[in-house]
């Protein structure tokens, strides 16, 4: 079993930046794929990045695409998503899972774990 814990979320103008980061618990953090997804006031949940567990392999929602970057230390047990150039409709709570695999990346039904979110808010 893995627990998850975001932080880094805050507010930003326009622009910014933010680093926010997953700290997990277990000790088979190594072995699961990670995600981050996002869900804004009155919006459905969406599929934000990826990555594998090597880290050899990420994945991006084209509207992030060339401005965030997922990342993964496994030896901190700690998933990254490093979001630059932000914009008012990135705000949104944040939330990373932990998945057996890749398999299904954008579906967040193929993620067993989940941690409780992080508000980003960009002001424009």
């Known amino acids: 079993q893995v627990q998850l814990v975001e932080s880094g979320g805050g507010l930003v103008q326009a622009g910014g930046s933010l680093r926010l980061s997953c700290a997990a618990s277990g000790r088979t953090f190594t072995t699961y794929a990670m995600g981050w997804f996002r869900q804004a006031p009155r919006k459905e949940r969406e599929f934000v990045a990826a990555i594998g567990w090597s880290a050899g392999s990420t994945y991006y929602a084209d509207s992030v695409k060339g401005r965030f970057t997922i990342s993964r230390a496994n030896v901190k047990n700690t998933v990254y998503l490093q979001m630059n150039g932000l914009k008012p409709e990135d705000t949104a709570v944040y939330s990373c899972?932990?998945?057996?695999?890749?398999?299904?990346?954008?579906?967040?039904?193929?993620?067993?774990?989940w941690g409780q979110g992080t508000q980003v808010t960009v002001s424009s």
């Open positions: 899972a932990a998945a057996d695999s890749l398999a299904a990346y954008r579906e967040f039904d193929e993620y067993h774990y």
